[in-house]
């Protein structure tokens, strides 16, 4: 198997893993926490704070793994993130506090954050400009069905017995990066001085400018994960449903991720147009958002359809990193796209805060997050026309400092 090949197969059984594993805790949330001895109120107050906490260890990691992965190799951080995650991982299944649970699920946070834009650069780097699309689309599709598998175990496997599976899986992929060879555009410029320089990237305002409006594009997929999904279980009782749990939420939601993830990937390729896709993926997410804010569903299956066609419309998720890889020059590129989707999965901090402390003074818990929705889009939409088109790009340059 050529090796640009072999990357994107290891690269999206690595994704795989990871979303497995990020998802756990939400799948296990009531579950774990129930029997750590915490009453409903705590399940959700101090759920959401191990939620948070794991995802300001994305926010982290995502910076650290992308230093590491400009200043020593692709190779070197995808190695570093799944050993790490998977230790942390099997510890997670030995917990007894509720202390140790945040703390381990905040570790985890960190090391999962290097997984997916690391395997992403690497792979933009071996593609053509023709093909790198379909590459990344293959990639980041593939791997959101690690959070389906997790959540149908999520109904059968007992929770500490699931964390240690997402450990056995985690090193199990140790054995097949030992094969995985780095980018020859990173070889190209591994000589160069300032590569994942973190001050310089983050201190020029036009780095950090484009930076943050990427985030700004993918924030609404988090606001269907981290919130309609991940609290299923007290929004659908709060608008008159049958209790939904976390599991079936995700399963129905992360099936609208992945045909989302090949639909939006798709066009953007046959568009020939990154910018086109983002828009048209922003708009349909308003679109529909709107409509279920008008017309609440009114049944079960009725929240579990808007959860899979709200993801579709919303999960502009490769297109948005794929245009990122391409805008930044290969001495920030890794620092860049893998601190990206862990900014836009640390975003979903602020969403979840606002639907906890929404929730506790008596708001709407359906209406707020969907309110969150339609304005993050409206606001993505205009700031997608500050970024240039990418397609096409060529991956051989450097940022200048």
């Not at 399940?43 to 300001?56: D, F, H, P, R, Y």
């Not at 689309?137 to 149908?152: E, N, P, Q, R």
């Not at 943050?212 to 279980?233: E, H, K, R």
């Not at 922003?282 to 017309?295: E, Q, S």
Request: hydrophobic share 55%; aromatic share 14%; glycine share 8%.
């Amino acid at each position: 198997m050529q090796n640009k090949y072999f990357a994107v197969f290891v690269g999206a059984l690595g994704y795989f893993v990871d979303l497995f594993d990020i998802v756990l805790f939400n799948i296990y949330r009531v579950d774990s926490l129930k029997e750590l001895g915490l009453s409903e109120v705590g399940v959700m107050t101090e759920g959401s704070k191990i939620l948070n906490a794991q995802l300001i260890g994305l926010l982290l990691g995502g910076i650290f793994f992308g230093v590491m992965g400009d200043k020593f190799g692709r190779k070197a951080a995808l190695f570093a993130t799944i050993f790490t995650y998977s230790v942390t991982t099997a510890l997670c299944g030995l917990v007894t506090d509720v202390n140790t649970y945040l703390l381990l699920r905040l570790i985890c946070g960190i090391a999962l954050a290097g997984e997916l834009g690391a395997a992403v650069t690497l792979v933009t780097e071996q593609f053509s400009p023709k093909n790198r699309g379909w590459a990344t689309t293959i990639l980041t599709a593939f791997g959101i069905s690690g959070v389906i598998l997790a959540a149908i175990i999520g109904h059968f496997l007992y929770w500490r017995h699931a964390y240690f599976l997402g450990a056995a899986l985690g090193f199990a992929l140790l054995f097949l990066r030992l094969r995985v060879k780095e980018s020859d555009t990173y070889l190209q410029f591994k000589h160069l001085e300032h590569r994942g320089d973190f001050i310089k990237f983050f201190s020029s305002k036009k780095r950090l400018g484009k930076f943050l409006i990427f985030v700004a594009l993918g924030m609404s997929v988090w606001i269907i994960s981290g919130v309609l999904a991940s609290f299923s279980y007290e929004i659908s009782a709060f608008i008159g449903l049958e209790r939904i749990p976390v599991a079936t939420a995700l399963i129905f939601s992360n099936t609208g991720l992945i045909l989302g993830d090949f639909f939006w990937g798709a066009a953007s390729q046959i568009l020939k147009s990154r910018k086109k896709a983002i828009f048209l993926s922003l708009l349909m997410t308003i679109i529909l958002a709107v409509f279920y804010l008008i017309n609440h569903p009114a049944s079960k299956l009725g929240y579990l359809l808007m959860l899979t066609f709200i993801a579709i419309a919303a999960t502009n998720w490769v297109v948005v990193i794929t245009s990122c890889a391409e805008n930044f020059g290969t001495n920030y590129r890794a620092l860049a796209t893998t601190s990206l989707p862990n900014f836009i999965r640390g975003s979903a901090v602020v969403f979840i805060e606002i639907f906890k402390q929404a929730s506790l003074a008596g708001y709407n818990k359906f209406v707020v997050p969907m309110l969150c929705l339609i304005i993050c889009s409206s606001v993505a939409i205009l700031l997608l026309k500050l970024i240039p088109e990418t397609f096409g790009k060529t991956m051989e340059f450097v940022e200048e400092d």
